[in-house]
Every structure is written in structure tokens, then in C-alpha cells.
T-cell receptor, first 113, second 110 residues
């Protein structure tokens, strides 16, 4: 079982909705990540938080808004999404933001209608 | 430009038939080469880190090796439960963050 927990596992939303994805880890990791993965493609980095501060934003549209309330929690707020944003959203954590040994959650499958 | 290419895209093996997956890379200042396994609809699972040419790591039926241009994931006597997509990734001098290859989808037939 993964030690990174993501909720919800599945989410269907309309283009005018506002929703949030949540991620939690209790491994004491200081870096947390959001990745986006489309079918048959590799994961693409969206955001990196290090010590609860946003350290990397890979030019992600503002309709995706990350938040790190504390060292164990990571949220991704969604607003006015497009159908092409439908994907598997993966949360990951690591000891530090320079480690390539990431622990991934099982993902949240998002469908935008 | 830093890049990584995995081959083959898909591989079907009979149970017990050993083989290797390839990850070719062009990276200036390689910091680390990483292998992950991903089951359908799940997040990737970390397998190995390799830092320098000549390094090898083993875990059960899997062995990862690294040269200056390639990494191989050798699978010895695979079982159906080894079926998954295997991703390699690197971090280089340009960024500590991982860049993933497109993966090799392995199917092991009983």
C-alpha cells in the first residue's frame, strides 16, 4: 500500500465547477509534487513544494492553483478547467526536492465534461 | 538538449523468458538515472537509482545497470506479476527534477 494518499480517486466536473484534489503523506518528507499524466504518456511535472513553499511552477495555467497548508498536506484547486485537462493527477513526495526517489500516490482520475 | 529514449515501446514475454529493457540517454551532467514501475491506473513505484557508469542494482528478478550512454533493466525468469510499464527517468545538471521516458510496457504471458 502506498504511503501517499490521494482523494478523491475519481472526479467528474463541468467546465464551470470548482473542485479540489487532496494529497497527504506522513513520511516526514519535505518536498511534495503534483504531476499530470495523460494516457500512454509519461508523468509531467506541474508544481514542486519544498518546506511548504512553492519552488517550481512549470508554467501551469492559472486554472490550476496549488496549496500546501502544512508539511503533510498538498492540495490542487481546480477552476474553469477544459476537457483537455482530463488526466490522471499524481501527487508525490520525497525527502528533499533534489531527490529523484519519489513516492507516488495512486492518483486522482479527473474527467472534465 | 537532454533527453531519454526507451525501447522497445512494448515487449511480450513468456513466463520464464529473460530479457532486457533499454533506456538511452543524452544528459549533460547526469545526477542520477532512475527506474520506476507503473501498474495501470496507479502511480509509479520507485525501483532503483544509478549514479555512475558501471553501477548495478538488484531487486528480486530485476537488475539495473548503467553505462555512459545507456541503462538496462534486466528481467530474469519473469512472472505474470512483473507485467507493468517500466519508466526510466533522469535528473541532470540543468534541473534536479525528473524527466521521464515514455516507458516500456511489459506483458508476461503464463
Amino acid at each position: 500500500d502506498t504511503e501517499v494518499t490521494q482523494t478523491p480517486k475519481h472526479l467528474v466536473m463541468g467546465m464551470t465547477n470548482k473542485k479540489s484534489l487532496k494529497c497527504e503523506q506522513h513520511m516526514g518528507h519535505r518536498a511534495m509534487y503534483w504531476y499530470k499524466q495523460k494516457a500512454k504518456k509519461p508523468p509531467e511535472l506541474m508544481f514542486v513544494y519544498s518546506y511548504e513553499k512553492l519552488s517550481i511552477n512549470e508554467s501551469v495555467p492559472s486554472r490550476f492553483s496549488p496549496e500546501c497548508p502544512n508539511s503533510s498536506l498538498l492540495n490542487l484547486h481546480l477552476h474553469a478547467l477544459q476537457p483537455e485537462d482530463s488526466a490522471l493527477y499524481l501527487c508525490a513526495s520525497s525527502q528533499g526536492d533534489r531527490s529523484g526517489e519519489l513516492f507516488f500516490g495512486e492518483g486522482s482520475r479527473l474527467t472534465v465534461l | 538538449e537532454d533527453q531519454v529514449t526507451q525501447s522497445p515501446e512494448a515487449l511480450r514475454l513468456q513466463e520464464g523468458e529473460s530479457s532486457s529493457l533499454n533506456c538511452s540517454y543524452t544528459v549533460s551532467g547526469l545526477r542520477g538515472l532512475f527506474w520506476y514501475r507503473q501498474d495501470p491506473g496507479k502511480g509509479p513505484e520507485f525501483l532503483f537509482t544509478l549514479y555512475s557508469a558501471g553501477e548495478e542494482k538488484e531487486k528480486e528478478r530485476l537488475k539495473a545497470t548503467l553505462t555512459k550512454k545507456e541503462s538496462f533493466l534486466h528481467i530474469t525468469a519473469p512472472k505474470p506479476e512483473d507485467s507493468a510499464t517500466y519508466l526510466c527517468a533522469f535528473s541532470g545538471a540543468g534541473s534536479y527534477q525528473l524527466t521521464f521516458g515514455k516507458g516500456t510496457k511489459l506483458s508476461v504471458i503464463p
